[in-house]
């Protein structure tokens, strides 16, 4: 990133190839939409470009990245609040056909794997997007606490605390969904 | 509600990774009630599921948005021909003092004429020669090692340095020619369209970008093989731009393009 900084733009092709399928995988983690994810991972490369200047060299190029992409969704984010245009788009791929086979889980016969998944990622969309991030941060994107701290601007036990309530509401909201569908 | 205090705690046994002490602190705070292991355990059970969600995969046109922003910005920031000549004169100016120039000069005649008494001047020209053919050998390797590169930037490089080439090997050709047909990305399609036109003299060369026409599925790539046509006033051209326009889903921009195009080499 120094060379890119320096005026060697051949090196942002690397890093591109680097890092893009990461920042695919934590936007479509947050919006599950395929062409929202790809543009937003646009953006973040438009950003980078634009504000190379600013970076410092200090810390782990990655978590600068990462700081970027979340401000992006931030901003998506409360664009869509605001103008009320919630993605109203279902990614066909939520619902089931590439989902993997079960563990051989006893519990989950009778319910079905799928199902159980399917819920788990719609309950994943309705956490709210604090906790969301630190979760797939945590969980997908193989972060350590004390980097989410820093890309979330938070302490590390904030970090830990965060992604264990998100996991307790997930189960919470995970039974009510089956709940629903199997009073 | 497991208090927040003990979080850390159930986090490592969740990633089993307690030590000796932890493991006995645990086991105390799950006797004494404070923690309970039932809803440790569907926590952790919502853990390990969430990791067998499955990971989507972006798609090609994600790569090329990227590759023609930064393709964008580098010509953005090319200085323009005037501003580089101005710079040139500052800095010459800033630097040159009379007595340098004297000294350097005066150095330079030295060098020619002691050049000139060891080594006859033909012989200068032949070791020239034989040192221009060496850095275009370097360049063809360099070409060829870098065509098959994973990174589009890189195999981008390579096309560019072939159009750099005068006199290329057969081997460099038919490898621009395997990249226009092969290459997953456009843009570096059309930048071996671009290096090709400079060695169409060549009739193997003329005839592998007409046969390429029908190889292609990017409206881009197609329209710069069309333009290329016009260049070369290719007229075996004609025949390969008709199949194209048999196709109904094309872009009725390129289908205007394309006749165009016909009409000027017919």
Redesign the interface.
Known sequence: MVQVKNGDLDKLGLLFERYNRRLFGFFYRLTSRRDLSEDLVQGVFERVLTYRHTYSGEGAFATWIFQIARNLHTDHYRKNSRGGEEDAYVDPDSLSGDLPPPDGDPDFIGTGPDLRLRHLKEALGRLDPLKRETLVLSRYRGFKYREIAEIMDCSESAVKVRIFRALGELRDIVAQLNHEEHP | ??E?KY??L??SWMRGDLKPAEKERLQRLLDEGELDLLDMK??ER??R???????????G???D???A??AE??TR?QPSPADRLQHWIKALRSRLSPLRVGLAAGIFLLGLLAGYGTNPLLDSRGELQRLQDEVAQMRQVMMLSLIDN?????RL?AVNISSELNRPEPRVREALIRTLNRDPNINVRIAAVDALLMHASDPGVRSALVASIGRQESPLVQAALADAMLVLQEEGAIEELRELLRQEEMDSTLRTKIQDTITKLS
């Not at chain 2, 599921?49 to 798609?59: F, G, N, W, Y």
């Not at chain 2, 994973?150 to 890189?154: I, K, T, V």
């Open positions: 509600m497991i927040s979080i850390p159930v986090l569907e926590i919502t853990a599921e969430l990791d067998r969600l499955p990971d989507a995969e972006p798609s046109r994600m790569s948005r990227f590759y922003m930064l910005e580098k920031m994973g990174s589009a930037n890189e490089k």
